[in-house]
């Protein structure tokens, strides 16, 4: 998220080892003639409804509905529910909040009894309206300003949000019966630094800073890894999230639950407004390790990570948004480079997936890096190379500032809007501008007022986070200067523009950066690409 490290020798040796491997067997994707339209949760009930171009068979005349773990493929138990079978039939049934039959992250199918046997006879369906049992209200922060830097003491700069990053690996989770948070019926003990974290997140609210919170699952607890990522055996720095077993998924739910209720902004801790699971999830070799397996399998077992998550955070706090995350590689079709996938196939996968399943208001995070991200003078290409890998269309091999909008315009499309119909907000959580090697001062500065610009007249970026406040040692060695301050904690020529861009020096940082890009790119990148 940091940092965009090459990619190691270890790496490589990981595809090597597992290019053919797929991850375990995976739940077949439910279908059928009943087609399940909703479940909702209604008061301490779950209403499910259904509908059937034609009426399957069956031996009692009857649909049943089961509620299954995401694992889970077949139907074992005891129906939750059942209908007469027809056209259209509606369960209802108790949510049972707060129990170890708690609903609320079940996937929902109906069977049909035929031959004494039931046979799943639909598509699987989850509930889509866990905000239905938050009981916060706490307002979201700094809904207007847009403009965020990450950083640790962000007071005087005029900014409206910052990042931070969550890492599940320094946490500890376990049962325990003097634990400190009751969950679905069983008692957990959640324990780690929470009161740094406290004292951060109240300090940046009450500088009027909006938190972004990045979820990272490093590897100590196996659990939490998804079991075929496993024999990464912690030389990856971040792994995929396990929904794969009944464990995995309890300690997820628990977890995520806990620190959304913490920073919902009603207890006394701080506030979280915005949670983003994972990062850069398509570079999965990089930064949500998992073994090569085929774009669709991969965005299949992340798009279940998401959804576990956006119910466990939305159910806690109901203004919060949970948002996946991919990189500038947009869409390369580099097929025989295993490292990575397209942003834009994990994206369109991700999206199916949900939709298909019961769609929620999950929202997006991008890094809109320069391309190579170490040349910061992007007006003037680096190589001509490197400029043809720039469009302003959805076949565009990498997504930066200067073509942002293909990101917002494809979202605007009707198969991508959530289930209110509205477009998904978008985060631009990291951007960088390096200041020396392939930059310098001026240049660096240029481009930060030009992507924050670029934002405000983008109504679908709801915020842009600069890296960083100050100059990173692992970023240095990569020849990375991103920071506004130097690693002596001077400011740099950036640090009173950037300050300054969205007050009354504003017009002095446009004329600034005209001076240095050109005003002829300026006036046309701000208005023929403006959404």
């Known amino acids: 998220m940091n940092q965009k490290k090459k990619i190691s020798a270890i790496f490589l040796a990981l595809v090597v080892v597992f290019v053919f491997l797929a991850p375990s067997k995976l739940p077949a994707r439910a279908a059928g003639t009943v087609s399940i339209t909703s479940a909702q949760i209604e008061g301490s009930n779950v209403i499910v409804k259904a509908s059937a171009s034609s009426v399957p068979s069956s031996d009692d005349g009857l649909y049943h509905l089961f509620a299954l773990k995401m694992y889970e493929a077949s139907p074992s138990g005891t129906p939750v529910a059942s209908a007469a079978a027809g056209t259209s039939a509606t369960f209802s049934f108790a949510l049972n909040k707060g129990t170890a039959s708690s609903h609320l992250y079940d996937k929902f199918a109906v069977a049909t009894l035929n031959s004494g046997s039931y046979t799943i006879v639909s598509n699987f369906h989850y509930i889509t309206n866990p905000e239905a049992l ?3 209200t706490s307002s979201r922060k700094n809904e207007s ?28 989770i376990s049962e325990s019966s003097s634990g400190n948070w009751n969950y679905n019926g069983k008692t957990w003990s959640i324990t780690g630094n929470f009161s740094g974290y406290d004292e ?28 075929t990522a496993r024999d990464g055996g912690g030389s990856c720095p971040y792994y995929m999230l396990n929904t794969a077993d009944q464990r995995g998924l309890e300690k997820l739910e628990a977890l995520m639950s806990y620190i959304s209720n913490r920073y919902n902004g009603s207890t006394g801790h701080g506030q979280i407004d915005n949670w983003v699971i994972g990062n850069e999830v398509n570079a999965y070799l990089s930064w949500n390790y998992l073994p090569y397996t085929d774009v669709a399998t991969y965005s299949r077992i992340y798009a279940d990570s998401l959804r576990i998550c956006y119910n466990a955070i939305i159910s806690e706090n109901k203004n919060a948004n949970v948002c996946m995350c991919i990189d500038q590689m947009w869409d390369r079709n580099r097929t025989s480079d295993p490292t990575f996938y397209d942003g834009r196939d994990v994206l369109d996968n991700v999206n199916a997936y949900i939709k298909s399943e019961g769609n929620i208001n999950w929202g997006l995070a991008q890094h809109p890096y320069n391309t190579p991200l170490y040349w910061t003078p992007f007006w003037t290409p680096m190589t001509p190379y490197y400029g043809s890998l720039i469009s302003h269309d959805a076949g565009t091999d990498m997504l930066t500032m200067e073509n942002i909008e293909v990101l917002t315009d494809y979202l605007c499309q009707s198969a991508y809007l959530n289930n209110k119909g509205q477009v998904r907000p978008v985060y631009l959580t990291e951007c960088g501008y390096s200041s020396a090697v392939y930059g310098d001062q001026n240049s660096q500065a240029a481009g930060i007022i030009y992507a924050y610009n670029r934002v405000i007249r983008n109504q679908y970026i709801k915020g842009i986070f600069i890296k960083n406040l100050e100059e990173s040692g692992e970023e240095i060695a990569q020849n990375l200067y991103f920071g506004i301050l130097d690693s002596s904690g001077n400011q740099k020529v950036a640090y009173a523009y950037f300050r300054d861009m969205n007050t009354g020096g504003s017009d002095n940082a446009v004329a600034f950066a005209q001076s240095i890009i050109g005003a002829d790119k300026w006036a046309n990148d701000m208005s023929a690409y403006s959404r």
């Open 134 to 136: 938050a009981t916060n």
């Open 145 to 172: 300003n847009k403009k965020g830097i990450w950083g640790n003491n962000l007071g005087g700069l005029n900014a409206g949000q910052t990042a931070y990053n969550f890492n599940i690996h320094q946490f500890s």
């Open 200 to 227: 951060l997140m109240k300090k940046y609210n009450n500088q009027g800073l909006a938190v972004t919170m990045v979820v990272l699952n490093g590897y100590k607890d196996a659990e939490f890894v998804y079991p």
